[in-house]
Structures are given as structure tokens and as C-alpha cells.
């Protein structure tokens, strides 16, 4: 009976036991894409909350989101930016998996295109789990396989180039490997223009100035290899621009023509509803509303250097930001919070259950970063430029078009359109901007002397989490300023 | 020669002796012998005196039984003939300050919960530290307690009836407890029920019933002094908030500027800078001032029947019980129930063949709404904001009512615990059939078969209109968790006794043992809330749909093992004793399947030596040395050596797309964590054992101890299950027993003194310091080589910030100003963070002891039982809810507050700073406490009624009153209890414990 002794998990698989046939692989898939949930609230935070949309100070005590806003020195131990390490290389690990995986059971997915697209999904997600690390971290160490934590141990932060690398060469992979559309089942796995417009994004960033940091930044110039994978995405004529602009985030328009890549989301308390619409907002506001929502969130205000930069007749405006209301005992909060995701009425159980995607990548981006590129560079011309923008701002109402549109109007911009989308911190740094903007931003927004000024390049990417330094000294050197 | 005879049931006997004259020597278990001169036939009467200390007293060990005086390991004995004469509820409750070396800490002050026993220290991080408990030969599974306080899985005491309990026996060291092998490591508790006595019938009737009521209640600030506060912080929140603003300036000027301003509608109130006028108009007209722990607090009512026979002919005996006992807590909505039978039976087929079956079922309903924890009824009922608007009353925040715009939006606690429903049932049969075969005289096999079988349904409630924040969004919310928990034991054992040549004595054992252990259990949660407030079933719910918080789950292992034991002495002088057990377990990693537990000990009878005769007083001096290996296989888990796969899911297109992912990584060479026990001690009688004392010195060290050891998150997880740590638990152990007064008036001391001290020897693969994360901001405690367990690791307060302070620039945190608490600046750096966090403590007591005093005089008896702990701290992070800096005025504070810093001029006590205060927190001194205590456990003070019934069909009854934890003395002044565990391994909003009176009956037919 010492046979007995060989139990195995009743009720969990064990890795010895799956991985037996194409479903298996599917669901392991899927798991990856699982690690997505959390990036929204992430992205909101060290972009957003970063940069000069947010301006504003908890006042129940310390919240984790508000060193990020007022760049203090602690941020190595803070929790956002330890997730952002910890659930990338939780997401690259599971990509990972399932790559090893398809290596050691070659045979057991019979039909190839299957193999390779899911192949190409497994590097799709880890290339954006990287660039993710790269834009946040700078240098960080490059794992292509699963390696037990013993080896882990001896893996060092690779020089930003050399992630790159991979990236691309993921990138390019998944680009020849994906499909181009989905049945409505898998609607939200990744296309091949969602790939070449993450490779887009990634060569853009790659040609930002360096800013004497190990960022993301190389000063590249590889600005004419971001124009033709935008122009094969226009030329596919798989996505527009919705209109009017408040049906591209509609509960009822999910997967619009504007979609390019999202993160998918469900609502009815199985675990997989989104976080972020509620993130935003504070429990007060729910509360004032009649909403059940448990909890005490406070508002993370909008600043009122956004708040201005709209010009009359801008719809995105209204849209994204709720300009005040009066609590339920009849206190009122003069501030403004993002209300972009936000339907009361589409909820689901809890304040984080909400059906909503996210939309990571959408066409009016694309739009955006062509004519960033052209202005940076790439071929083309002024007049094609001021088209793409004024495509974006007529949709928004502004019926003005504008002539010889600069880098700094561009930016201007892609913040009034995509506020609260998490881009706005990366635009800036790819734009060779932040420094100036942010500078010029902080003493003027900051009356209550919260924020440690200057901001230097050295806050343009955060630090290696205590956490992580401390496992084994000398493994991991820190960023500098932190 | 001699020549012996027993004696019948009662009492008679006869003996013919060749002789016309001797010495008869009279004796009989648990008493002093006692030796008479005859001279011819006659009758001679005797009374025996009860002996505290016996050495023929027979102990209770793993798989037999040995003569106290030939013990050789560290073994604490309790006789729980005095459990009935004192009202107990569990039999956990009974140790307390009874043994040596056994710390018994009730961390909750909530009826019905199990308290958690630490034999010799604690010596696991990631693993159980509970002891093993045998009762009647069979092993139950071992049970850890969680971070909130409880045992997920059952308290292995649970739903015993402490009435049923004959002896209990604590096998402290390694060398006793090798024989249970992989289980041992923190000890064996051995509990032995009652047996049928040969003889007539013999019943017993016990009861009591009495009240009890909170046994302490937190200082907080009074109503009163709560708007003085308020009124503070208000106003310098108001002047902080702009120019131009005052203190002085009125409510109603302070609503014409934020009109002015935009920042409030007209009529409109900001409470955080306008004050209730109210508060400061003479009697405050139309608020109601709330003490809410009195509100909560109530005296509950406790009663117990007991009803007992037992008996026997030469070839059946029997024991037979039932017991009720009903207990209302010291809050509303709190209580315990129980119901418990038992039956031994035991045959004697013939003179070969034995058998028997004890069979134990048991129920209990424990009551309880949610009071004990974090944002649980108590914590909120301590907390609260102590004034109310007159018309709502204890109805704050329910129903219609909204919470009162001053104060904190939780819902009324008194009316959240009068109408939720928080039911855990247990339903307990626990059973073992039993055969013994002589095989031979001195050879016996006996064989066993054991089966625990319990399960566990806890259902939870709580209406809609005593939820949500506001009138609006009310929502019902219920659960149903249940268990099965089945443990199923075979025993085989062969014994074999002999003596050779009158002078060598053997006893070996051998054994083979099969353990199955399963568990399933079951969550069902109404997502969505109810159809309505009459319907608390699951039936009623809006949605219980969602795989994350509704499941089935099963899990079991099994465990193989050999063992064998032997035990030899030389004319009961030199005594020896070895065992070994070896161990297979389904946890345990393909690599490391088996392990194996050796032991050995000696002893020395000093006092049977020729040269020790007459050396008066020593009457028995027995020196004692002993070595032994157990392990520890609470893992945590059936399976964590298994690389398992955990659900991510995901959706595409709004449909459910299953995710699977890596859970952990693989384990290969998970294994037991081990424990070597050196043992010294020694037993001492002197004056016919008037004093006996026993003394242990031990060096218990712990190794392969099951750490999550930190691994780059790069691998794809954070923690990596591995055998590394190392931890030395050292210390002495102390029991004397006196009998002060024999005679008339009696009295007898027992005296238990422990000091155990605790010290991490290695960690990691670097020993690199691990910080306990904390859920409560950043880690409050730390793992770190050369120091004991869980150290307190805190920012060190160091008085209070004054302007000279500034104006030298003393480190700061953050916009830290006059009047703020300063902090010690550690590591220098010129500011304060959480780098200057030392260590101020650990929560381990260095000595833990108690003292029984028996006096008899007459018909009466008068026990007391005084036992504390000493050397200690706890770390209470309810100070984050009620005492901290930068605390609200909304939520209620400490009593320290009274005589806070309010301005340079008075300046206070120096211990707590300003109310308002902006610059955030860091965990600090603030939170400490001492976690010492003395407690007067228990008064019994009883009176035997014989004499008074003699002649009626009682043959005995006692009436006796009892104080149960009615004195003590403590240092914690931020929680309830020194000893409480209840979130995240720490105290945050303990429930308190229960002082009791109580008046007893006991009848004898």
C-alpha cells in the first residue's frame, strides 16, 4: 500500500497532467491573457497619475497612488509599482509556460495553424509585457523560458537594447502568425494589426531621447519602420474612427471599428469584471448615488491644467470628466475625477466587477502616432499630418481645422483625447517633453506644496522594488535618484 | 515473602498471611502507601491519603503505559479529576497554568473556540505549530491555528466533554513524542477518557449555572471628551484649509465664505471644518451620547448539565455520558451550545481476548455574528462615534436612518448583532473499536480501528437594513461554508513485557500504523444580496453564482508508519528507553518520502542505591537525560511539493474563457521539518514527596523549517517553498508540589515555572532578514537570525516634537510639525522612514507560570488558581483604528487622548501628540504593549454535602461556587486581550474574555 503514498491534487491539474491536447493549450493561453486584468489600473496609475492630468493628495492618510503623483523618493516600496514588476513577469512566466511547453509536447496540437497562432498570442503578450517592464523599469532581466527561482537567481538586469530585441522579434512572430479577425467567441485575442501597432508604439518609444538614462528611450530614429506597419493598419480598412466619440467606450459598442487591442472584460461576479472604471472614481460619488459599493476610495482629482486645456465646444471634455457633485450627508466635493469608463447603470456586483474593456490600442492612435512619426522623421508631409489630426478633432467637435500642427500640439492633442487612457506619461517621454512639461506643470498646479520639485530624468522610470532588490544583493542594481 | 490481596469494589478485603505478626503494606493507585503492624487475625481498617505526587501513578505514553517512576523523558501529567469540580467548557480551558512548558493561550475571547497549546516555545515559521493530540490511542489529525485567530479545519478539542476526561498527559520532548514520529514535533497531548470501574452501577449528576460578563472594557475617550476632540480638529482643519480662516470664526461665517467660494451650496454643511453647534449648547439638545461597548456588553447566563454511569462486572464495564452546556456570551448575539454522548465499552471475551468501543458523538451551534477582528462588530462598537442624533439613537446608519453626519458610517453594531446570523454547527462522532489478544503471558497484540468523522456547516446573515452606507444601497448579504473532515487510523501493535531474573525488565513494542485523511468542503456566497429580509436560506439569494467565492473542494493524504520501542531497567534503578518510527507520507516530496524519528533516554534512580537508604529526606531522587528526532508535517498543504495549476480566467467576447496557470513552482524535496530535543532534568520527593519537584533543562532545536524563501518575482513567482529555516527554542521547566498542611486542614501548592527562550538560527539561503508582510501597511514584524520569532519591529517614539526640536532640525516624517510625535532616527540619515523601523520586542513571554493553592478543611474545599505570563509584548494593530496619528476626528480614540499634546503650553503627558495632525503614520512604539498579565483563573470554593445526605440514596454530593477569571492585572491598554490573535496573525479588534460565576452541584447515586 506504499503506492497510496503518490497522491496527486483532487482539485487542481498539476502541470505533470495537462498540457494534453489543443484545449489545454487554449486554456493555458488564456491564462496569459488572464495577467492583463490588472494593467489598466496600473497603466492609470504610473501614467496618468504620474503626469500632469492628476494633481492631488489623500486626505485619510497616506493612499499607495499619491508618492506616484507627488514623485516622492519611497517609491521603491510601493505597491503599485511592485505590481507592475511582479504581474509582468507573472504574465511573461505564463507565456513562457506555454511556450516550453509547445516545445516539449510537439505533437499533441495536430492542427499547425493553431500551434503557431497560439505561439504567436503566448509572444505577442510576452513582448507586451516586456515593453511594459521597459517603459517602466528601464533595464530588466530578460527570461525567454521558464527557469526554476534557483536559476532566476542568476539572471541580471539585461541592457534595455537587448529586451528590445525581444520584443521585436516576438512582435514580428506574432505579426506573420496571427490571425486578422476573430469569431465572435474569441473576439479580443490579438490580431496582426494589434501587433503592428504595439510594434508601432514600440518603435517610437525605442526613438525617443534617451535622457541620459537606461530608459526606454535609445534615440533610435526608427521612425520609418513605425510608418508602414501604421499604414498596413489603415490599409487593412478593418477599423475607423467611431462617432460621435462617446460610443467608442459604450457598454453597448464593445469591439467597435475604432478596436484595436483591449483588455477584455466581464461582469456578473465571475471574477473576471474590470477594476478600473472604479479605480477612478471615489466611493463617495457611488455612495451618492444609492450604490451599494463597499469600501472608501478617495477622488484622485483631475488637474485643473487639463481641465483647462479643453476648448470650448470639445466634447471629449464632458465625457471624460465629472466635474463635481454633492455627497450624500451634503458635503460637496468641488473636485473633478474621470468618469471616462464609467455607466453606473452597467455594473456588476462590486466596485471592481464592472463589463467594460479597456482599449489599449484604438485607431484614432493610430492616426496619431502616424502623423508623430511623419513629424519625427518618417516619410511624409505636413499637410498629411494636420489631415490625421484634424480626423481625430473633428470627431470631437472642433470643427476648426488646424494648419502646420507641431509635436507640441500633437501631444496636446493625444492628451485631450486619450486623458485617462495611460498613455499620457509615455507620450510625453517618447516626445523628448517631460521634463519641460512636467516643470513648467508642478509649480503652478501645486498649492499645496506636495510635489518634490524638480522633476528629474531619473523620474521618468521608477525603481526596482525593495522586494526585489533585497532577495540577493548585488543582483539587481537600482535605478539612480532612487 | 509476601503474600497480596485487592480489595472489592467496596473497599473489603481479606488476606491470610503464614505469618502470626508482620507488616502490612496498604496501597492503591494515586495515593500514599501506608504500612500497618498486625499481630495475629483482627481487623484492621485503613485510610489511605491522597498522594499529589505518586510514583506508582501510572502515566499515559504513545502506545502503553509506564509507571511515573520509570519515566525517563519530559512528560507533564494533569489528573483531571478536578475538571468537574469546576466549570469547564473546553478541555483546552483546563490546562491553562497547569503544566510546565505548555503555554495555553486562549486568543479569543468568543465561546466555543479552541485555544491554541505551545508545548516548549514555537519553533515553525511557515508550518503548525499545534501539538498532536492522542485521544484513547488514536492520533487525531493535527490542526493549525490561521492568522485570524482560528483553526480552519476544527480544533481537534472541539465538542469534547471535558467531564469524560480522566487524565491528560503532555509529552513535551522529542524523546517521548518520537514515537508519533512526523507529528510530534510540537509536542503530544495524550488524553484518556474514563472507564467503567468493576462494581455497581455508579452514577454521577453534575450541573452549574451562573452569569459571566465582560472581563474588561476599553478606555476610550467619553462622549464628552470625544467633541472636545472633535471641536479641536475641526478648527485647525478649518484655519489650515485657507487665508483668512480662524478658529474663532462661527459656523455660519464659515458657510458664508465656502458659499462665496463655490465650495459649498447655500444651507450646506462641510463637516470637516464646521463643527455641530449642538456639541457646546448646554445638554446638547437633540443628540444622544452613546457609550457603545456598554450598549454591546451584556451579562450572559451559563448553565451545564452533566449526567455520567459507569460500572462494570468481570467481564463488561462501562461509561456512559451526556452533557449539555449553554453559554450566552458577554455580547449580544454571542453563544455556545452543546451536546455531547459517549459510551466505553469494554469486554473481556475471555481471558485472552479483549475488546471495546468508545464511541463519541457530539453537536454544538457556536453563535456568532461577527464580532471578533478587524471592521468586525466589536472593533466597530469600541470605535464608533460616540454621539448619535437623539431621535436615531443605537439606530445609527440603519434602516431610514443615515449616519450622523459627524460620525462614521458604519452601521449601528448593536443592531447589526442583534439581527445577523453567524451559526457554526459541529456534528463530531468520534469512534475506536479495539481487540487485544494475549498471545502469550507478556505478549499482547491489540489492534485498532479509529474514525473521527466531523462536519462543520457555518451559516451567515445579515439583513439588508443593517448593511450598506447609506439608506439607499442596503443590500442582504449570506454565505454557507461547510466541511467534512474524516480521519480514519488503523493501529496494529505487538507488546511483549518480561522480567528476567527478577531484576531485568523488558517491554517491547512493535507497530505498524495506517492514517487516511480527508477533506472536503464546500462555499456557497449570495452574490447580489436577497430577495427580501425573511428568507436567510440560500434559496433567497439574488445570484450565487461565481466560481471565485462559491466551490467544492477535497484534499487527503495518508501516512504510513513503523515504529518500535524499547524499554528496559535494571531493579527499577537504571532505567533505558529507545524508539524509532519511521514515517511515509503523501505530503511529503517523491524525493523524500519517508523519514525517520530515533530517540533515547536514560535515567538513574538515585534514591534506590543502597547508599541513598536513609539518607533522609530525599525519599526518590531520580536523575533523567534524553535525545530525540520529531518531525512536523502540518505543511499547510496535501500537496505542495506538486507543481499545481490555478485558474486565471479570462473573457473573449463577453464569454467565459477558462485560464490555467502555474500555481507554484515544484517542490521535489519537501520534506518533514525536524526537531531534536536534548533533555536534563531531574525528579526530586523529599519528606515522603511532602515536596516533589521536577526540573527540565532543553535545548529543543527545530530545522528544515518550511519557508516561503523570497525569489526574484522574475521567476514568475514571489516565494519559493523551501526546507531551510532553523529555530532553537531553550529554557527550563519547573514544577513543585508542597503539601503545606496534611491533617484537618490541608493545604497543598502546585507551583509551575517556565522559561523558554526563542532565537532564529537560520533563514534563507543568505539568512537574509524577512520582513512579515503586513496587510496593514508596512511590516510591523520580522524574521532575523540571532533574534526570537515575529520580533516587533517598529519606528521607535522618542517624545513629542517641540519648537527647539524644529528649530534644530531633529529628523522629521514627512511635514511632520510642533506637537507630532518624534521618532528615532536609527540609521541616521538625518529623516525618518521606514529604514529607522528597530526591534522592540517579541511577543513570546520569557516565563509563563502558574500557582494552585487546595486548601481543605472539613466538608470544604477551596482552590485557586493564579497563572500569568511575563517578559513579552504585543504589537496591537487596532492602534491603527482608534490610535493613530493623523486619525479623523470621525472614529473614536484611546483613553491616551485625553491627555494628548494641545499646545506648548500644555504640552500633556508626552505620550500621544496633537489631535490634528496631517503628517500621515508610521508604524511606531505607539502600538506596543506588554503583553504580561496575572490572572486569578479560578475560585472554587466547594462544600461536600456527604455527611448532611448520609442515609439517602446519594452517596455523595458537592455544592461548590466558582469565579472564573474574575482578577487579573494588565498592561494592554490598546485591545482586550494580551494574548489575542484575531487578523493577520496580529490583534486588530480582539473580542474580550469572559469573567464568570458560577454555582455548582455534583451528586453521587
Known amino acids: 500500500c506504499e503506492d497510496e503514498l503518490n497522491q496527486v491534487p483532487i482539485s487542481d491539474a498539476s502541470t505533470a497532467s495537462f498540457y494534453r491536447n489543443a484545449t489545454d493549450f487554449e486554456q493555458a493561453v488564456n491564462g496569459v491573457y488572464s495577467t492583463l486584468r490588472g494593467y489598466p489600473d496600473r497603466a492609470f496609475y504610473l501614467s496618468e497619475v504620474r503626469s500632469d492630468n492628476v494633481y492631488g493628495v489623500g486626505e485619510a492618510g497616506v493612499r499607495d497612488w499619491e508618492p506616484i503623483n507627488n514623485f516622492a523618493a519611497t517609491l521603491a516600496t510601493n505597491p503599485i509599482v511592485k505590481d507592475a514588476w511582479d504581474s509582468n513577469y507573472q504574465g511573461i512566466f505564463r507565456a513562457n509556460t506555454v511556450l516550453d511547453q509547445l516545445v516539449a509536447r510537439p505533437d499533441v496540437i495536430t492542427d499547425e495553424n493553431l500551434e503557431n497562432r497560439l505561439e504567436a498570442e503566448a509572444r505577442f503578450l510576452r513582448a507586451f509585457f516586456y515593453f511594459d517592464l521597459i517603459r517602466t523599469f528601464g533595464k530588466v532581466p530578460l527570461i525567454e523560458h521558464t527557469l526554476t527561482p534557483e536559476e532566476v537567481l542568476l539572471v541580471p538586469r539585461s541592457p534595455v537594447a537587448e529586451v528590445y530585441n525581444l520584443v521585436i522579434s516576438d512582435l514580428e512572430f506574432a505579426i506573420q502568425n496571427l490571425d486578422e479577425t476573430y469569431a465572435v467567441v474569441n473576439r479580443g485575442r490579438a490580431t496582426k494589426n494589434a501587433a503592428r501597432g504595439i510594434l508601432a508604439r514600440v518603435y517610437l518609444t525605442r526613438s525617443g531621447p534617451n535622457y541620459g538614462i537606461e530608459g526606454p528611450g535609445m534615440a533610435s530614429g526608427e521612425y520609418s519602420k513605425a510608418l508602414p506597419l501604421l499604414n498596413d493598419i489603415i490599409a487593412s480598412n478593418r477599423h475607423s474612427l467611431v462617432s460621435p466619440y462617446s460610443r467608442i467606450f459604450a457598454y453597448d459598442n464593445e469591439n467597435n471599428a475604432e478596436v484595436i487591442f483591449d483588455v477584455q472584460y466581464r461582469s456578473g461576479g465571475l471574477g473576471i469584471g474590470a477594476t478600473f472604471p472604479g479605480t477612478m472614481a471615489p466611493t463617495t460619488y457611488f455612495s451618492a448615488a444609492g450604490i451599494p459599493f463597499a469600501g472608501n476610495l478617495e477622488i484622485i482629482p483631475v488637474s485643473n491644467n487639463l481641465l483647462n486645456s479643453y476648448p470650448a465646444g470639445d466634447v471629449r471634455k464632458s465625457f471624460t470628466i465629472h466635474p463635481n457633485y454633492t455627497y450624500v450627508n451634503r458635503v460637496f466635493e468641488p473636485r473633478a475625477f474621470f468618469r471616462k469608463y464609467l455607466n453606473e447603470t452597467g455594473r456588476g456586483q462590486d466596485r471592481f466587477d464592472w463589463p467594460i474593456n479597456y482599449i489599449e490600442l484604438r485607431y484614432a492612435d493610430v492616426l496619431l502616432m502616424k502623423a508623430e512619426a511623419i513629424l519625427q522623421g518618417a516619410a511624409g508631409t505636413r499637410a498629411e499630418v494636420d489631415n490625421l489630426v484634424n480626423q481625430v478633432r473633428s470627431r470631437a467637435g472642433l470643427t476648426t481645422p488646424l494648419t502646420n500642427v507641431d509635436l507640441r500640439q500633437l501631444m496636446e492633442e493625444r492628451r485631450r483625447e486619450f486623458a485617462a487612457e495611460g498613455l499620457r506619461w509615455h507620450d510625453l517621454v517618447r516626445s523628448g517633453l517631460v521634463l519641460e512639461v512636467m516643470n513648467a506643470w508642478a509649480p503652478q498646479e501645486d498649492i499645496r506644496n506636495q510635489i518634490r520639485k524638480p522633476i528629474t530624468a531619473n523620474h521618468i522610470i521608477y525603481p526596482i522594488p525593495t522586494s526585489e532588490m533585497d532577495v540577493k544583493e548585488g543582483l539587481y542594481e537600482q535605478n539612480p535618484g532612487y | 515473602t509476601t503474600t497480596g490481596a485487592t480489595t472489592t469494589a467496596d473497599g473489603t478485603y481479606s488476606i491470610s498471611v503464614p505469618e502470626a505478626a508482620g507488616t502490612l503494606i496498604f496501597s492503591f493507585i494515586g495515593f500514599s502507601s501506608q504500612e500497618k503492624t498486625f499481630s495475629g487475625p483482627g481487623t484492621i481498617n485503613i485510610t489511605l491519603s491522597d498522594d499529589a505526587k505518586s510514583l506508582e501513578e501510572v502515566v499515559v505514553i504513545g502506545y502503553g503505559t509506564q509507571k511515573k517512576a520509570e519515566i525517563t523523558n519530559a512528560v507533564a501529567t494533569m489528573s483531571a479529576e478536578k475538571l468537574t469540580e469546576r466549570p469547564i467548557a473546553r478541555v483546552d480551558q483546563a490546562l491553562v497554568g497547569q503544566m510546565s512548558g505548555v503555554r495555553v493561550r486562549q486568543t479569543s475571547g468568543v465561546p466555543g473556540r479552541g485555544f491554541s497549546i505551545q508545548v516548549r516555545g514555537t ?561 526530586l520527593g523529599l519528606w515522603e514527596n511532602r515536596i516533589f519537584t521536577s526540573f527540565d533543562y532543553y535545548v529543543k532545536t527545530n530545522r528544515s523549517l518550511l519557508i516561503n524563501v523570497a525569489v526574484p518575482t522574475a521567476s514568475g513567482f514571489a516565494t519559493a517553498l523551501t526546507n531551510i529555516g532553523k529555530v532553537q527554542n531553550k529554557g527550563w521547566e519547573l514544577e513543585l508540589s508542597t503539601r503545606n498542611l496534611t491533617g484537618d486542614f490541608s493545604w497543598d501548592t502546585n507551583i509551575n515555572l517556565t522559561h523558554n527562550v526563542n532565537e532564529i538560527k537560520q533563514l534563507g539561503p543568505n539568512n537574509a532578514p524577512m520582513p512579515v508582510p503586513s496587510e496593514f501597511d508596512i511590516p510591523n514584524s520580522i524574521l532575523q537570525v540571532g533574534q526570537p520569532l515575529y520580533s516587533i519591529w517598529v519606528v521607535r517614539q522618542i517624545g513629542i516634537l517641540t519648537q527647539a526640536d524644529i528649530d534644530q532640525k531633529v529628523p522629521l516624517y514627512g511635514t511632520q510639525t510642533v506637537g507630532d510625535p518624534k521618532y528615532l532616527d536609527n540609521n541616521g540619515d538625518g529623516r525618518i522612514t521606514a529604514d529607522d523601523r528597530v526591534i522592540v520586542g517579541h511577543p513570546n513571554p520569557d516565563y509563563i507560570w502558574g500557582i494552585t493553592n487546595n486548601f481543605r478543611y472539613k466538608g470544604f474545599d477551596l482552590n485557586v488558581l493564579v497563572q500569568g505570563q511575563w517578559g513579552g509584548h504585543i504589537y496591537s494593530l487596532f492602534g491603527r483604528a482608534v490610535d493613530r496619528t493623523g486619525q479623523g476626528f470621525v472614529d473614536n480614540a484611546l483613553g491616551f487622548y485625553r491627555d494628548r499634546w494641545r499646545s506648548p503650553e500644555d504640552p500633556g503627558e508626552g505620550k500621544r501628540g496633537k489631535a490634528y495632525s496631517t503628517f500621515g503614520r508610521i508604524k511606531n512604539t505607539d502600538w506596543l504593549y506588554r503583553s504580561d498579565y496575572i490572572r486569578v483563573r479560578n475560585i472554587t470554593l466547594g462544600y461536600n454535602l456527604g455527611d448532611l445526605l448520609k442515609g439517602s440514596f446519594v452517596q455523595g454530593a458537592r455544592v461548590y461556587a466558582t469565579a472564573e477569571n474574575f482578577f487579573g492585572k494588565d498592561w494592554y491598554l490598546g485591545g482586550f486581550n494580551p494574548e489575542a490573535l484575531n487578523t493577520n496573525g496580529e490583534d486588530y479588534g480582539a473580542f474580550p474574555l469572559a469573567k464568570s460565576l458560577v454555582l455548582g452541584l455534583n451528586f453521587t447515586f
Open chain 2, 123 to 683: 519553533g515553525s515559521i511557515g508550518a503548525n505549530n499545534e501539538p498532536l493530540y492522542v485521544i484513547d490511542g488514536f492520533p487525531l489529525e493535527v490542526s493549525a491555528q490561521n492568522a485570524g485567530g482560528g483553526f480552519t479545519t476544527g480544533n481537534p478539542l472541539d465538542n469534547i466533554n471535558p467531564n469524560d476526561i480522566e487524565s491528560i498527559q503532555v509529552l513535551k520532548d522529542a524523546s517521548a513524542g518520537a514515537i508519533y514520529g512526523s507529528r510530534a514535533s510540537n509536542g503530544v497531548v495524550i488524553i484518556t477518557t474514563k472507564r467503567g470501574k468493576t462494581g455497581k452501577p455508579k452514577i454521577n449528576f453534575n450541573t452549574y449555572a451562573g452569569v459571566n460578563q465582560t472581563a474588561k472594557k476599553l478606555d476610550m475617550l467619553s462622549p464628552e471628551e470625544w467633541v472636545d476632540r472633535a471641536v479641536e480638529m475641526i478648527n485647525a482643519a478649518w484655519v489650515a484649509s485657507g487665508p483668512n480662516r480662524s478658529a474663532t470664526q462661527t459656523t455660519e461665517q464659515r458657510r458664508q465664505i465656502l458659499v462665496q467660494r463655490g465650495d459649498l451650496p447655500p444651507g450646506g454643511v462641510n463637516p470637516n471644518w464646521m463643527i455641530d453647534d449642538r456639541w457646546l449648547q448646554p445638554g446638547h439638545p437633540g443628540l444622544a451620547y452613546i457609550d457603545w461597548q456598554d450598549e454591546m456588553f451584556r451579562r450572559g447566563y451559563v448553565q451545564s448539565y452533566q449526567l455520567t454511569a459507569n460500572g462494570g462486572t468481570e467481564n463488561v464495564n462501562y461509561y456512559v455520558s451526556g452533557d449539555y452546556l449553554d453559554q450566552e456570551g458577554i455580547a449580544i448575539g454571542v453563544g455556545y451550545r452543546r451536546y455531547t454522548g459517549r459510551a466505553n465499552v469494554e469486554v473481556k471475551a475471555n481471558d485472552k481476548l479483549k475488546f471495546g468501543l468508545n464511541i463519541a458523538p457530539s453537536f454544538s451551534v457556536a453563535k456568532d455574528p461577527g464580532v471578533e477582528g478587524k471592521d468586525q462588530q466589536m472593533h466597530i462598537a469600541v470605535s464608533l462615534t460616540p454621539v448619535s442624533e437623539e431621535n436615531v439613537d443605537l439606530d445609527v446608519n440603519v434602516g431610514p436612518n443615515t449616519s450622523y453626519r459627524w460620525g462614521g458610517t458604519r452601521n449601528s453594531p448593536i443592531r447589526v448583532v442583534e439581527n445577523s446570523i453567524g451559526n457554526t454547527e459541529i456534528f463530531r462522532t468520534l469512534g475506536t473499536l479495539f481487540a487485544e489478544y494475549t498471545v502469550l503471558e507478556g505478549l499482547a497484540v491489540r489492534t485498532s480501528l479509529n474514525l473521527d468523522n466531523i462536519d462543520t456547516n457555518i451559516k451567515t446573515y445579515t439583513p439588508a437594513f443593517v448593511s450598506g452606507t447609506t439608506p439607499t444601497n442596503r443590500q442582504a448579504a449570506g454565505g454557507y461554508n461547510g466541511y467534512r473532515k474524516q480521519t480514519f487510523v488503523n493501529e496494529n501493535t505487538l507488546n511483549y513485557n518480561r522480567t528476567l531474573a527478577d531484576a531485568h525488565n523488558f517491554s517491547v513494542l512493535a507497530g505498524f500504523s495506517y492514517n487516511f485523511s480527508r477533506f472536503n468542503n464546500v462555499q456557497l456566497r449570495s452574490a447580489g444580496g436577497f430577495q427580501n429580509d425573511i428568507v436567510t436560506t440560500l434559496n433567497a439569494a439574488a445570484n450565487i453564482s461565481g466560481t471565485g467565492n462559491n466551490f467544492t473542494r477535497e484534499t487527503q493524504s495518508i501516512l504510513l508508519s513503523y515504529f518500535g520501542r524499547v524499554q528496559y531497567n535494571f531493579r527499577d534503578r537504571y532505567l533505558a528507553s529507545a524508539s524509532i518510527r519511521r514515517d511515509g507520507s503523501s505530503r511529503f516530496g517523491n524525493e523524500t518520502k519517508w523519514g525517520v524519528f530515533p530517540s533515547a533516554s536514560v535515567g538513574w534512580r538515585v534514591s534506590q542505591e543502597g547508599f541513598m537508604q536513609g539518607v533522609a529526606p530525599i525519599n526518590d531522587l531520580k536523575l533523567r537525560a534524553s535525545w530525540g528526532i520529531a518531525g512536523n508535517n502540518g505543511l499547510g498543504s496535501d500537496y505542495g511539493h506538486i507543481p499545481r495549476l490555478a485558474f486565471a480566467n479570462y473573457t473573449f467576447g463577453n464569454n467565459l474563457a477558462t485560464g490555467q496557470v502555474p500555481a507554484n513552482s515544484a517542490y521535489p524535496f519537501l520534506s518533514w521539518e525536524e526537531s531534536e530535543t536534548v533533555d536534563l532534568g531531574f525528579d
